[in-house]
């Protein structure tokens, strides 16, 4: 019988903590005694190689066609379909490349656990930081008197690996007239005010009952005597009356020598002749013949990691004893010494940052609240709907004074407004840290922080939560296809080197924006980007991500180029593979680690497989925006006379994508007019009309006419995703403009103005129609159900009729022209009943149809290619929802 100890790595799950509930690991030494263990030895074979087993290739790839989606599109371009297989096996090798350096590809999306500031069971905060350009790490703030030399990263504390990942201690501060722990490794559990440890056993006493208690008995035989097993093979060679001291042993001899020697001593013995000299043959040490029986018990057995947990302490016990070593709320930055010289940055990984600082240098803040103040999640995530109905919301402008407003403020007064109006998401743009407000959160600086200019990152999670409990998921805008340019600040020449994070000369430069384009083959930049994403789930619940500008990132050109349609413009020398093989990972890991996550393309180019699955030779997104219906909207407002617009032009850009049109997110108008200055419709509309005289005249009713009818249209002859910019549904009649320079930092034009709907007038009805639309799907679910056939599209009289299901849409888009009885065709015979009419005077309208007009009966005659028709009345400039009541047999 012998014994082996083994040290193990070991995840110990413990309590969360304020900072993260992540898991820690500890390295242990655990000793197991080994019983009727033996290795066999056979001539000339060699030991099997000490590394994963590679899997058959074909099961790999089974159920895999890098190519699937072209033949379901009927896309032939072999081109593109070369392109696509030449595109997996990149994806495969760069998996390959990525499992050489971690565990899994939840590791590789985890770096949160370890990178930045984390607070350690053992009365400490570890510091991880990438920055393989610097010589020098330190962390500075104002606990430390912003010393560089006080808490750096140094021989004995890792300091810092081949990769550039530098780590620093900090050591919380033992107070004065306390001991050190009586135990090196003691544990703290920052959560309890109590825990095990505080019941007065000692260290002792537990390893003790440990050892009482965990060895069956005999096991602990070689435990408690760890030298009898070399005393025995000491008295084996010397005899029991061997050399006892140096002095005593005599020079040994040539080994074989003494062996012979031996061996003509013990001829007589029947049994020497087993005792052999090595013959040079090799050992197989890997085929153990071991006791079946002792074998189950060995697995069996699991590490005393119980017996641990039980000299753990409490957060009383710890703040009695030690002072934290960068308090809850300090500011601090990381100082690198590079070739350049010295650098003070913000970290990349930091969770708060305060980025202006009034004028000056901005720095981190580490959150680290107790926890009576740490925010407790209340509500559970909310299910998926089959079809969205998304809210656009910017926090800073969502108030009414002109200010930026806060979470707090957002989460008491415009949630509730979400829920009433009946949207079922919210999806927030400029949540992320960035240093310029006017930027409206695009360009980030600070990936991993909640802006603090709104709250701190308790408030977010609050807000987040309690749209959760109104059943609203919360998306965030992402913007991972470019990053601010900001060096103080940003990650631009983060560790002194400009390609630590992106892209060297003119490809690490936005071509028009100015801002630095990433670097999408390094695994350092996939595991900073990977991990944010994972980051934003995991931390803050977020239930999506709409990845934002996703051509800036998927061609060399930014997307600032001209696309004619044809298929090369999709593999070309322009085209970043790099960046799209991102965006596949991205999705392939988001939907394993988070199945209920939803990912919407922002991508203006359109590219194919945008929504098909990964394993078809798509990017795997749920959701594709497509952002020509709100161009197109705009083009007509500004620049086509309403007897002019073209109905065939309205519906090819809506709908003429034959790609995954269920899949399509439409909005009329989002957020654009905020950042590139245009109009808002409401503004092109009513002008100053509204304002001027509130009373309805020509112009107020044009206004309102086709304020409905473009959403209306908008939101029923797309997919399943339709999305609304904030104020917009009620007519904001103002643009949005963030405070800058050119209008003297103004907020004036940077809020919403909600008191408008306290007043009786086009905004309350306008806002009446918006919620009688959002109920089209909440209670008939016409949207998620049925896809629309699109059947009668005419320019001349300016009419457009398709059916979803049992449900008859109908629009008269005609300036002055109204039509007593207007025959479209429907599949079904039966009573069509109006279920929503953008002319009813409650949605300020003129009321031309009377309730009793509301009920149509079909006829048997073949119109449209239908086998019925139906006759209803259509005034100008009006649209009809019918549902069909009833159905007659025929």
């Known amino acids: 019988m012998t014994s082996s100890s083994l040290s193990l790595l070991t995840l110990i799950p413990l309590p969360p903590t304020p900072d993260s509930s992540r898991n820690i690991t500890l390295r242990r030494s655990v000793y197991f005694p080994v019983n009727k263990w033996r290795c066999s030895a056979s001539s000339g074979q060699q030991p099997p190689p000490k590394h994963r087993q590679s899997k058959n290739p074909e099961s790999v790839d089974k159920g895999i066609d890098p190519v699937g989606f072209l033949s379901k599109h009927g896309i032939t371009d072999k081109g593109f379909a070369l392109y696509l297989r030449e595109r997996y096996k990149s994806l495969k090798d760069l998996k390959d490349e990525i499992l050489k350096r971690h565990i899994d590809f939840r590791d590789m999306a985890s770096g949160y656990e370890l990178l930045g500031m984390h607070r350690n069971v053992q009365h400490r905060v570890d510091f991880m930081e990438w920055a393989p350009g610097a010589r020098y790490c330190a962390i500075i703030g104002d606990f430390n008197d912003w010393s560089p030399t006080e808490n750096c990263a140094r021989e004995g504390h890792y300091g810092h690996d081949d990769y550039g990942y530098w780590f620093v201690i900090l050591e919380d501060k033992l107070r004065d007239g306390e001991e050190p722990d009586e135990l090196y490794f003691q544990q703290y559990n920052y959560v309890d005010d109590?825990?095990?440890?505080?019941?007065?056993?000692?260290?002792?006493?537990?390893?003790?009952?440990?050892?009482?208690?965990?060895?069956?008995?005999?096991?602990?035989?070689?435990?408690?005597?760890?030298?009898?097993?070399?005393?025995?093979?000491?008295?084996?060679?010397?005899?029991?009356?061997?050399?006892q001291t140096e002095e005593e042993l005599e020079e040994m001899q040539n080994a074989e020598i003494d062996f012979k020697t031996w061996k003509e001593q013990n001829k007589d013995d029947p049994f020497s002749h087993l005792h052999v000299m090595d013959s040079g043959k090799e050992y197989d040490i890997f085929n153990v013949v071991n006791d079946p029986v002792s074998r189950?018990?060995?697995?069996?057995?699991?590490?005393?990691?119980?017996?641990?947990f039980e000299t753990r302490k409490g957060r009383k016990a710890w703040l009695k004893k030690y002072a934290p070593a960068i308090p809850h709320g300090s500011k601090y930055r990381v100082y690198f010494n590079t070739p350049n010289g010295p650098l003070e940055r913000i970290p990349a990984w930091a969770t708060y940052v305060n980025p202006e600082a009034d004028g000056n240098q901005g720095y981190a803040i580490h959150w680290e609240p107790p926890p009576e103040n740490a925010y407790k999640w209340k509500h559970n995530t909310p299910k998926v709907p089959k079809s969205l109905r998304i809210y656009e919301a910017h926090i800073g402008i969502s108030g009414s004074e002109p200010k930026i407003a806060s979470f707090n403020e957002f989460t008491e007064k415009v949630l509730p407004y979400v829920k009433e109006a009946g949207y079922n998401a919210v999806q927030l743009i400029g949540v992320v840290e960035h240093k310029d407000y006017f930027t409206v959160g695009y360009r980030v600086t600070n990936m991993f922080a909640v802006s603090s200019r709104y709250g701190t990152p308790e408030d977010f999670k609050r807000l987040v939560d309690a749209a959760h409990g109104l059943g609203l998921l919360v998306f965030m805008d992402i913007v991972h296809s470019y990053s601010a340019a900001d060096e103080m600040v940003g990650l631009s020449l983060f560790d002194g080197s400009n390609d630590c994070y992106f892209h060297t000369g003119k490809r690490g430069q936005h071509k028009f924006w100015g801002t630095r384009m990433f670097k999408y083959e390094d695994l350092d930049v996939l595991h900073y980007l990977l991990s944010n994403l994972n980051w934003w789930v995991v931390e803050y619940h977020v239930d999506g991500f709409n990845f934002h500008s996703l051509a800036s990132m998927m061609y060399t050109h930014n997307g600032f180029a001209s696309f004619t349609g044809d298929m090369e413009e999709f593999y070309n020398q322009y085209v970043d593979r790099s960046a799209i093989l991102y965006l596949i990972l991205a999705n392939e890991i988001l939907h394993t680690l988070h199945p209920n996550i939803i990912t919407i393309a922002e991508d203006a180019t359109l590219y194919p497989g945008l929504c098909e699955s990964t394993s078809q030779g798509g990017l795997g997104f749920d959701y594709f925006v497509n952002p020509r219906a709100s161009e197109m909207w705009l083009w007509f407002l500004e620049n086509v006379q309403d007897s002019s617009w073209s109905m065939s032009k309205i519906v090819?850009?809506?709908?003429?994508?034959?790609?995954?049109?269920?899949?399509?997110?439409?909005?009329?108008?989002?957020?654009?007019?905020?950042?590139?200055?245009?109009?808002?419709?409401?503004?092109?509309?009513y002008g100053q009309t509204l304002e001027q005289s509130p009373v309805m005249n020509d112009s107020l009713l044009r206004g309102c006419s086709l304020h409905k009818m473009i959403r209306l249209l908008t939101y029923s002859i797309g997919g399943r995703a339709y999305l609304n910019f904030m104020g917009n549904e009620y007519g904001h009649p103002k643009r949005v403009e963030f405070p800058m320079s050119s209008n003297g930092f103004s907020f004036s034009l940077a809020n919403r103005d909600w008191d408008l709907l306290a007043k009786e007038g086009i905004h309350q009805n306008l806002l009446s129609f918006d919620k009688d639309m959002m109920d089209l799907e909440k209670s008939e679910r016409v949207i998620s159900r049925w896809l629309p056939n699109i059947h009668h599209v005419n320019d001349t009289n300016m009419v457009i009729s398709f059916l979803r299901g049992p449900f008859l849409f109908i629009f008269n888009f005609h300036p002055t022209s109204s039509y007593e009885k207007y025959s479209v065709g429907v599949e079904e015979a039966g009573e069509y009943q109006v279920i929503l009419n953008t002319d009813e005077i409650k949605y300020s309208g003129q009321g031309s149809i009377g309730p009793d007009q509301y009920f149509r009966k079909t006829m048997s005659r073949r119109v449209d290619g239908m086998r019925n028709c139906v006759e209803v009345p259509l005034p100008s400039r009006s649209a009809q929802v019918y549902k069909l009541t009833r159905i007659l047999r025929v």
């Open 652 to 685: 090819d850009t809506l709908v003429g994508i034959s790609r995954r049109s269920d899949k399509m997110l439409l909005y009329a108008e989002n957020h654009n007019q905020s950042i590139s200055g245009e109009r808002s419709f409401a503004e092109i509309l």
């Open 296 to 308: 189950a018990k060995f697995r069996a057995k699991k590490p005393p990691i119980a017996y641990w």
């Open 194 to 243: 109590y825990d095990k440890g505080d019941s007065g056993v000692t260290a002792d006493e537990v390893f003790q009952k440990a050892n009482d208690e965990y060895w069956e008995p005999g096991e602990d035989r070689f435990v408690k005597s760890r030298f009898e097993i070399i005393a025995k093979l000491y008295e084996q060679i010397f005899g029991p009356s061997g050399p």
